[in-house]
């Protein structure tokens, strides 16, 4: 929980462009100094000095979250630049840039996909967790997770619905671990919340993350398609009849900020879809009968 923002400082990965971008700006609107991290120096500087010119307090640092030592790079310029870190939200994520089912992905996919949207997490929570426990000033830790991982797991996408399930399971065990390690500490505490952006589809560059795969995690048998693209995927739905809806990301970094001050654990948006995807599957696990699940919901 954050008393107030203003002169705080935020960390956010993936802010070159979508959510991590809309993060970035609500929280500088609010007066907190705003570090945003990226893979791709061109959209981060695009992005910073679009911010910048708004009058926004923005700085950006390339940074890879599958790489420990970039990421706490990025903890020691933010630290060089503003003092101290008060908000880091573990938002980059990719989606490994194939489809189908789980034995028809190849190492590589998973190698990937977990490497960013798993470690890129734990690097995260490694790098800043310990900074923010020790200059003893309150704190939030905010990783973002989908729909797909941990909501319905049915999915074309399995790595991605893996890797976000896992960060479900690690935020909670970090918000419990540091409820024990804080409990008989007086003042200023850091909490930690997990992110469903939902309920519909966002636009970000999630469907574009295959164009920036390392080279040496590519496969080895490339697939016919490296990926779809957001716009292919908009057709492809329309072909089938289906209106793809989507949640402005304003709308869900606003939530993100206003659970940090409330110090919510789910940051989860009221959806009959998910809910009922909810209740079957405790249902499953409390009656020890076989799952069925629904259609993956989106974000």
């Known amino acids: 929980m954050l008393e107030t923002f203003e002169g705080r400082t935020a960390i956010v990965t993936g802010g070159g462009s979508g959510l991590g971008r809309a993060m970035g700006a609500r929280f500088a609107q609010k007066g907190i100094h705003v570090v945003l991290a990226d893979v791709r120096p061109d959209a981060l500087d695009t992005t910073v000095a679009e911010m910048r010119a708004e009058g926004l307090d923005v700085l950006g640092v390339p940074t890879d979250v599958a790489d420990l030592a970039s990421v706490e790079a990025l903890r020691d310029a933010a630290i060089d630049a503003f003092g101290a870190v008060h908000v880091v939200c573990n938002n980059a994520g990719i989606g490994a840039g194939a489809e189908g089912r789980v034995w028809e992905h190849q190492v590589n996919d998973w190698r990937w996909a977990i490497g960013v949207n798993l470690w890129g997490v734990i690097h995260g929570i490694n790098a800043f967790v310990p900074h923010m426990l020790e200059h003893g000033d309150e704190g939030h830790i905010v990783n973002t997770s989908s729909g797909n991982g941990g909501i319905s797991p049915l999915s074309t996408t399995p790595e991605y619905s893996v890797t976000k399930a896992a960060v479900v399971t690690l935020t909670e065990v970090l918000y419990a671990q540091l409820e024990e390690a804080q409990a008989d500490r007086d003042g200023p505490r850091i909490s930690a919340s997990v992110l469903f952006p939902g309920p519909h589809m966002l636009r970000t560059g999630l ?11 590519a496969n080895p048998t490339p697939r016919r398609a490296p990926g779809v693209t957001l716009e292919q995927y908009e057709q492809m ?7 793809v809806q989507y949640t402005p990301v304003e709308e869900v970094a606003g ?18 879809r998910s809910d009922e995807s909810i209740r079957t599957r405790a249902a499953s696990m409390l009656e020890r009968s076989n799952p069925t699940y629904m259609r993956a919901v989106a974000g």
């Open 207 to 217: 469907f574009d993350a295959w164009k920036h795969r390392p080279a040496e995690l």
């Open 237 to 243: 739905m329309a072909d089938a009849g289906v209106e």
């Open 255 to 272: 939530r993100v900020v206003d659970a940090i001050h409330a110090d919510d654990f789910w940051i989860l948006p009221p959806s009959e």
